[in-house]
């Protein structure tokens, strides 16, 4: 069963570069033709779509976003990356991690978040 | 970019009721759209892909339809543990991009 999980500081000083990391077990990153994104849910509010990368290495952004954000894979490790620079407290918000496949594009499975708060 | 307008941001329905939430797209999406519930502290979990398919294990009283911008999500009979939040999503393909809806709180009256 295909498990993702988040990883990286749960605080991050305003100005400074957000990095993250998803964990894939149970499956590799590289073995099949899939996606991999982030999405974002500030506290009490909706969920947003920051980005995917395809399990080649190409990219997809948000638009909102796309000048900030930079989405990585080390199928090494079996993992993938996110850095979101130049963070304010808009920000702060619990990240996800997830998959889906080409023109099939649901999100399934999901990670269990993780929330950064942005603070000085 | 595709706008998603999902209405109401939040119901009251009592045990047993109907429960109706629509979805607009600010332009045609054809089928391209699914439907997530949420529990409080929980990762979304997929309940409708592509408009109308039920995804395995979700209870037959979840249901979707619709096509091109307007789309419906459905519980036949509200039951207390459906309390959520309710999210559509659509997908652009080419070049792919994907856009959440506002959301809908369902709380039992």
């Known amino acids: 069963q295909l498990q993702l999980q988040e990883s990286g500081p749960g605080l991050v000083k305003p100005s400074e570069t957000l990095s993250l990391t998803c964990t894939v077990s149970g499956g590799s990153i590289s073995s099949s033709s899939y996606y991999w994104g982030w999405i974002r849910q500030p506290p009490g509010k909706g969920l947003e779509w920051i980005g995917s990368i395809y399990y080649s290495g190409s990219t997809y952004y948000n638009p909102s976003l796309k000048s900030r954000v930079t989405i990585s894979v080390d199928t090494s490790k079996n993992q993938f990356s996110l850095k979101l620079s130049s963070v304010t407290a808009a920000d702060t918000a619990v990240y996800y991690c997830a998959r889906h496949t080409p023109y099939r594009n649901w999100f399934d499975p999901w990670g269990q978040g993780t929330l950064v708060t942005v603070s000085s | 970019d595709i706008q998603m307008t999902q209405s109401p941001s939040s119901l009251s329905a009592s045990v047993g009721d109907r429960v109706t939430i629509t979805c607009q797209a600010s332009?045609?999406?054809?089928?391209?759209l699914n439907w997530y519930q949420q529990k409080p502290g929980k990762a979304p979990k997929l309940l409708i892909y592509d408009a109308s398919n039920l995804e395995t294990g979700v209870p037959s009283r979840f249901s979707g339809s619709g096509s091109g911008t307007d789309f419906t999500f459905t519980i036949s009979s509200l039951q207390p543990e459906d309390i959520a939040t309710y999210y559509c999503?659509?997908?652009?393909?080419?070049?792919?991009?994907?856009?959440f809806g506002g959301g809908t709180k369902v709380e039992i009256k």
């Open positions: 332009q045609d999406i054809s089928n391209y």
């Open positions: 999503q659509q997908y652009d393909n080419l070049p792919l991009q994907l856009t």
